[in-house]
């Protein structure tokens, strides 16, 4: 790295994560914690003095090259626009909490899920979760309600939402071990003292009109 002031600072992840909790996702720490020589991580590198037109900072991949005591060294994979003291192929040191991204290996993920309008605006947490065959390449067969919607609400299309797996997955991390069952088709509701999911094992949904 340069020699000059460094003209930026890694952002502390967990901490926009708690300010921002349903806007600025974080993986979990377990995971942050446990990368390997070679996974890659997605940093944010947020400029100390931005121009007033400029962007205030960038968000960039590294690969890791090396473990130390206190998190990571890892290799800039992109290059930067804006940033001038770190440039491509060299080294970044950072910590677990500065991971704000990994890349995520599943195919589901590229995949929609029908959800709930209400849900999305009011950010209340799926009740009711289920899964059934889907009849689009792009749809994964999953729906996502609060659980107490009517067959009206239900039949304006106004009312759901066509979201990717991912981003519901990155609001409500609990559905993890639900999406983790696909493709099979079934149904989970939400247990509050539990604070997971409960598949119920003899309920089958038919087909609700919400397919696309």
Known sequence: MSCETV???????????????RSFFSPSRSLRDSLHVGDLAKLLFTIIDPPEAGP????????????????????????PAAITTVHQGEP???????????????????KKIFVSRRSHERD???R????????????????????DESDEELDNPHNILLQPVGFLLDRWPELRPVFH????????????????????PSERPDSDGLSG
């Open 7 to 21: 003209d930026y600072v890694l952002a502390d992840g967990e901490e926009l994560h708690r300010r921002n909790p």
């Open 56 to 79: 205030s900072g960038e968000r960039m991949w590294v690969e890791i090259t090396e473990r130390t005591p206190t998190g990571y060294v890892g290799v800039l994979i992109n290059r």
């Open 92 to 110: 970044v040191h950072f910590g677990p909490e500065n991971v704000i991204s990994v890349p995520e290996r599943w195919q589901l993920m590229e």
């Open 124 to 126: 209340v947490r799926p």
């Open 128 to 147: 009711y979760v289920y899964r059934e065959d889907p009849d689009r390449e792009r749809d994964s067969g999953w729906r996502a309600l609060i659980g």
């Open 181 to 200: 069952t696909d493709p099979q088709n079934g149904a989970w509701t939400w247990d509050e003292p539990a604070r997971r999911y409960i598949r119920d």
